[in-house]
């Protein structure tokens, strides 16, 4: 039996005794699903259905969900700056889609519901297929101190194998509104990852189309339907080049092509030398097709508690002491 981990949360303190793990591939994960009455909008029916992660498991661990970010900002740059991409799964009966249909682009980043997510969501381009999001901000209004088992994960819609490249940085700093004022060191993450599997199996969805910035409630077209799945990449404190016992404030997400060097290279999203405007769409490329699973802060899972058999092994040894106990102070008399 190994020994049990003591898992200790307070608001987003996460202190969880384990292993620290390197960057993995998230081969399965945990929802909880949660339905809801159809409604209309866009000209189509939402079953409104919510199926949030609760838990992702890689090769060697299962990492538990056990906060969301309380707040998400989409930095655009000042080209094309009005563009947005949502997929939304099918649900198998005519033209429905499963989720909830959403008003706002960064809170459906937010929603933590595989049946929805972003398209194309870094890359750049007149046409629109392209997001022009230069960066992503997920922050907690308290600090999160790092532990060996802090994680985050990162989902992409995409096939097996060939998911897109991007960049991730802790947020160490944060002003009274939980916009970011520092960064920790920048991991660039290469397209491919993802292993032989993806973490939820292939899916129809649909794809819509919005030229209004973070208002997502009127399309411009959504008449292209593919089919694909999710791919799942845990990130760690050690890939994230975090001190164990410090503290943060969340992460941001931007294409990998990013040049930024340091926290104010990084806080200068709309300069060109930095972010570049001719960030490509291609898949295997940077157009990360995000779903809607972000902000989260995850923690190893606490192994199981003991057996019931184990339990009344305890039990008889509790009672032998016990009964010894009893003997020895008879004596003593």
């Not at 889609?97 to 049946?115: K, T």
């Not at 999001?133 to 995409?158: C, H, K, M, Q, Y």
């Not at 339907?225 to 410090?246: N, P, V």
């Amino acid at each position: 039996m190994g020994v049990l981990r003591l898992l200790l949360i307070s608001t987003v303190l996460l202190a969880i005794a384990g292993p620290a793990l390197a960057t993995e591939d998230i081969i399965s994960v945990t929802t909880a699903t949660t339905t809801g009455s159809p409604s209309s909008a866009e000209g189509y029916t939402f079953d409104n259905a919510q199926q949030s992660v609760t838990s992702v498991t890689t090769a060697t661990d299962t990492y538990q969900v056990f906060s969301a970010a309380d707040n998400v900002f989409v930095r655009r740059n000042n080209v094309n700056n009005d563009q947005s991409s949502v997929w939304y799964t099918t649900s198998g009966v005519g033209t429905d889609l499963s989720g909830i249909h959403q008003a706002d682009y960064g809170q459906m980043l937010l929603s933590n519901n595989v049946l929805l997510g972003s398209d194309n969501t870094f890359a750049n381009g007149t046409d629109p297929v392209t997001g022009n999001v230069e960066r992503i901000d997920f922050t907690w209004n308290s600090p999160i101190t790092v532990s060996n088992s802090f994680a985050l994960a990162l989902f992409e819609r995409g096939a097996v194998g060939v998911h897109d490249a991007f960049a991730i940085t802790a947020v160490t700093a944060i002003d009274g509104a939980g916009n970011p004022t520092a960064f920790g060191p920048l991991l660039i993450v290469a397209a491919g990852w993802g292993g032989g599997t993806n973490a939820i199996s292939d899916f129809t969805y649909r794809l819509f189309r919005y030229n209004n910035g973070n208002n997502i409630t009127t399309s411009t077209d959504s008449s292209a339907t593919l089919t694909q799945g999710l791919g799942g990449i845990l990130i760690t404190a050690a890939d994230l080049g975090l001190t164990i016992g410090t503290t943060i404030y969340g992460y941001s997400l931007m294409a990998s092509d990013v040049t930024a060097t340091n926290s104010a290279e990084l806080l200068d999203w709309t300069n060109s030398t930095y972010f570049p405007t001719d960030t490509d769409a291609t898949t295997g490329g940077n157009g990360l097709d995000l779903a809607a699973v972000n902000g989260l802060l995850l923690g190893v899972a606490p192994e199981p508690p003991p057996s019931a058999g184990l339990l009344g092994t305890f039990a008889l040894l509790a009672c032998l002491c016990h009964q010894v106990r009893q003997r020895l102070a008879f004596n003593h008399k």
